[in-house]
């Protein structure tokens, strides 16, 4: 950068030097140094008191308002965060109660139901036990009442053929002995 | 063939000419293009904080952006206590940036390629600087000229070439300044002329390296801005910071 602005320096002397026979630099004419010095003073002033009065502040203003809101911004989106990794668990633990209490629900509803089947199956059983029990009665008493009529009617079937094949009557009392000896006697073949 | 390179650099008046106590301070086209300029960076920090959005359009992004360059270049050299100078720094690197990139344009006049101009800033910040420093330090600022750790037979000499840098200050400062704008706008005249001259067969070389000038000549307008800034800043930083 040196060597090139010594070169550019040098290339401009010499062209310089080869116009200067008419004008040369107008920069080291005296002529308008006092006003250009004015101006520049005048002009400078005013900028600097704009700048350092209006501009400067308000765009610090600016970036002080950005900082801090991005600053605030954060910290609320931190603040969201917690409350929401807090909600979370609570969230979670909830779940994690309800689970428990869902699966106890189920087990005691299922001991109750068991315990209920159990019970109306005892119950129901010995009603049944008991239904079989007086129907076992009453068939026996069935069969001894209807031993008792197949006497009667062997009987009578007995002295009516005795009766057709010697045309006597016989005494009743003695007839009903022999048949309830008989009887008596098959009575364990049909009970 | 207006083939004068330099005379783009002469300042004429316009209008009347105004004499306060036989000093002529006649509005010249320099006045007029300092107040162009003003009036241009004015405008664009109007513009860039009228509106104060949250998120900045391109014009208060912009404004956003020189504001926190120049107010990092200030604590990067200068550090916190540089403060108070900030609307100052940033005025004086907001004109000479906007005087040099004006002075860019074609038929315009550049403002900081008038060694009176830049000397007279220069001249000021120098002053200045060394005004601040005695308020600061008193008597003590002149130790600025006598670096420690350096043994005493060089002593005198080193002092003597640290007063000789010192005063030269202001003149480096605005040579600097005033040298490469008249440098870069008469080299771009001169080039600009030769493709006049060698005419439509010849002049397509001066004219591709008069495209790669100007683009030069923009990147030189800026550095030399910014240039122009952080050397006030490095200046106040001595007066400020004392450290020999």
């Given at each position: 950068m040196k060597s090139f602005l010594s070169f550019l320096t040098t290339l401009v002397v010499t062209k310089a030097d080869l116009f200067a026979a008419e004008a040369g630099m107008p920069q080291l004419d005296p002529q308008y140094w006092a006003s250009q010095a004015f101006w520049l003073i005048l002009v400078f002033a005013i900028l600097y008191i704009s700048i350092s009065k209006f501009y400067l502040p308000k765009i610090k203003d600016n970036l002080d308002n950005r900082e801090n809101k991005i600053k605030e911004d954060l910290e609320n989106a931190q603040k969201h965060r917690e409350q929401s990794e807090k909600k979370l668990q609570e969230y979670e633990t909830i779940v994690e109660n309800a689970k428990k209490e869902v699966a106890k629900i189920l087990l005691e509803s299922k001991n109750n139901l068991n315990k209920e089947i159990q019970s109306k199956k005892q119950k129901i059983e010995k009603e049944i036990e008991n239904e079989i029990i007086k129907a076992q009665k009453e068939i026996i008493e069935m069969k001894k009442n209807s031993i008792t009529s197949i006497e009667i009617i062997s009987k009578n079937i007995v002295s009516k053929i005795i009766e057709n094949i010697s045309g006597e009557k016989l005494n009743e009392s003695s007839i009903k002995a022999v048949v309830e000896d008989i009887s008596k006697k098959n009575i364990d073949r049909y009970l | 063939m207006a083939s004068n390179p330099m005379q783009q650099f002469t300042v004429h008046k316009i209008g009347p000419e105004i004499k306060i106590a036989g000093v002529d301070l006649s509005f010249t086209n320099a006045s007029l293009f300092m107040i162009i300029s003003a009036s241009l960076i004015l405008l664009f920090l109007y513009l860039g904080s009228k509106e104060r959005k949250i998120v900045p359009d391109k014009l208060q992004l912009i404004a956003e952006m020189s504001y926190n360059f120049v107010a990092k270049m200030i604590s990067d050299t200068a550090g916190s206590k540089a403060k108070p100078y900030f609307p100052f720094i940033f005025s004086l690197f907001m004109f000479v940036l906007i005087c040099n990139m004006v002075g860019m344009l074609p038929y315009s006049f550049t403002v900081t390629s008038h060694i009176i101009v830049t000397l007279i800033m220069a001249l000021f910040i120098f002053i200045a600087v060394t005004v601040i420093g005695f308020i600061k330090?008193?008597?003590?600022?002149?130790?600025?000229f006598v670096p420690s750790g350096v043994p005493v037979v060089l002593l005198p000499l080193i002092t003597i070439i640290e007063i000789i840098s010192y005063l030269s200050r202001p003149v480096s400062l605005s040579v600097r300044l005033f040298a490469n704008m008249m440098a870069g706008h008469t080299m771009l005249k001169v080039f600009g002329g030769f493709v006049v001259s060698l005419?439509?067969?010849?002049g397509w070389l001066p004219l591709s390296f008069s495209v790669a000038l100007t683009g030069l000549e923009i990147l030189v307008a800026f550095l030399q801005a910014y240039v122009f800034a952080i050397l006030t800043c490095i200046y106040l930083n001595d007066a400020l910071n004392l450290h020999h």
């Open positions: - | 330090h008193g008597f003590k600022y002149l130790s600025i005419g439509i067969l010849g």
